[in-house]
């Protein structure tokens, strides 16, 4: 069946380093590609997304560009902040029989920025 | 504007209690609804669907249950909660157009 698979965490970072969190999936046809973030005691946020192959998403200095020949959507942020600090969720959607629309999350990845 | 509410925050119940966590959002229509629960190191586990009033597809056989009784209303429950029930329960929706999930701000819930 269809999953995600993130690299594991925690991931500790100094202010102002560069961010890259792997993500890759595995489905048949072509899905569309999510990362979303939560911060601390808080719901998910839609950080961004790709709904075809070579697309890139990107928000609030985060990119991830849909990789088909990889299965790949890593996350890349060139100067994470403290204020990033959340735990970020890569998922896939890809519509099929009675489950239209479903979401399949990765494990979560828990990113810490120290000042 | 279209907004979602999930209660209560947090929640501590004893094993064997009864549970109901509720959802509602406005400003929409006809949503697909989600229950998601997020338990330690186990990632995001959908555990029920529900493309309208009465329609509920459970993904995973459990101690819960989920009921839509209106359009924008959204209910988990048990009989009698377990130790594994702990979690972080998350309800989203999905509107027409598909423009991602919006989740709601999530409950905590902790059997003990």
């Known amino acids: 069946g269809d999953s995600v698979t993130q690299m594991e965490g925690p991931v500790t970072l100094s202010e102002e380093a560069f961010l890259t969190i792997n993500c890759t999936y595995t489905?048949?046809?072509?899905?569309?590609l999510f990362w979303y973030v939560q911060y601390p005691g808080e719901g998910l946020q839609l950080l961004l997304k790709?709904?075809?192959?070579?697309d890139k998403g990107s928000n609030k200095g985060f990119e991830a560009t849909y990789r088909k020949e990889t299965t790949s959507f890593h996350l890349e942020k060139g100067s994470v902040q403290v204020s990033d600090s959340a735990v970020y969720f890569c998922a896939l959607r890809r519509d099929y029989g009675g489950s239209q629309g479903n979401l399949i999350f990765g494990k979560g990845t828990k990113l810490s920025v120290k000042p | 504007s279209q907004t979602i509410h999930q209660w209560p925050a947090t929640l501590v119940q004893p094993v064997g209690s009864p549970l109901s966590l509720e959802c509602t959002v406005e400003g929409t229509s006809n949503p697909n609804l989600y229950w998601y629960r997020q338990a330690a190191g186990r990632g995001l586990q959908l555990l029920f669907y529900?493309?309208?009033?009465?329609?509920i597809s459970s993904e995973v056989p459990q101690n819960l249950s989920a009921s839509r009784p209106q359009d924008r209303q959204f209910i988990l429950s048990s009989k009698k909660l377990l130790l594994s029930d702990s979690g972080f329960y998350l309800c989203?929706?999905?509107?027409?157009?598909?423009?991602?999930?919006?989740f709601g701000s999530g409950t905590r819930l902790t059997v003990v």
């Open positions: 489905a048949t046809g072509y899905p569309s």
């Open positions: 989203a929706w999905v509107g027409q157009g598909w423009r991602g999930y919006t």
């Open positions: 529900s493309v309208g009033i009465g329609q």
């Open positions: 790709a709904t075809k192959a070579d």
